[in-house]
């Protein structure tokens, strides 16, 4: 029984080495203008699927990496790196061939995009900027600021309004005047003697009423008198 145990476990490990692939790439490190880029030996490529996760990371010649005994199926691989940024790739393993594609974050798993070429080619988006910098002083950035925009037009109405008033027909003026009149209450207009109990009760609404109630009651006090 024993013995069987060992065939079976050894015929098990023989089959996931022969299923088992060694994947290949590199990182990029041509820039159009400038020197070549240079990658940290403690950046970390990370192959992840929902069984399994590998790890590996940049060799002495700081480009190339490989991924040893990787068994088939659909992978995310993505770069942890301090310095660079790295877009994050699906890579698919068959018994035959492997299948590299461009990933897109926030789309289902099943969307693949463009295909890319094997050996995995890595080329950073750019450097990872970890500060941001104080703008300096932006007098136009001033003038986008909603408060200084209704301040400023308040000010212009304030010096324009007078001058537009003035250049109005007496006429034209005395009309203006009596519209404004019509529209604002006689309570407003003055007030000092509006009574705001009697005009909540409904018993008058404005201060002339007010005033005529207190008048009534001056005479009746006099009567009583």
Known sequence: MFRWNIIVTALFILVQTVSAYSLRGFLDSTVSNGPPLTFSPDTEIILRSAEAKYNTYVRADGQSFVFLNVSEGAYALSIKSAEHIFP?????????????????????????????PYPIELRPFGPAVYYQYREGFNILKLFKNPMLMISLLTLGMVFVLPKIMDSLDPEQL????????????????????FDVASYLAGKSSGPSASGSSVKAAGSARSRKS
């Open 88 to 116: 994050t790739l699906r890579v698919d393993v068959a018994e035959t061939d492997v299948e590299v594609f461009v990933s897109h974050p926030g789309n289902e798993w099943s969307f693949k995009g463009p295909r890319q």
């Open 174 to 193: 005395k009309e203006i005047q009596q519209e404004q009149a019509k529209t604002v209450p006689s309570a407003l207009a003055n007030p000092m003697n």
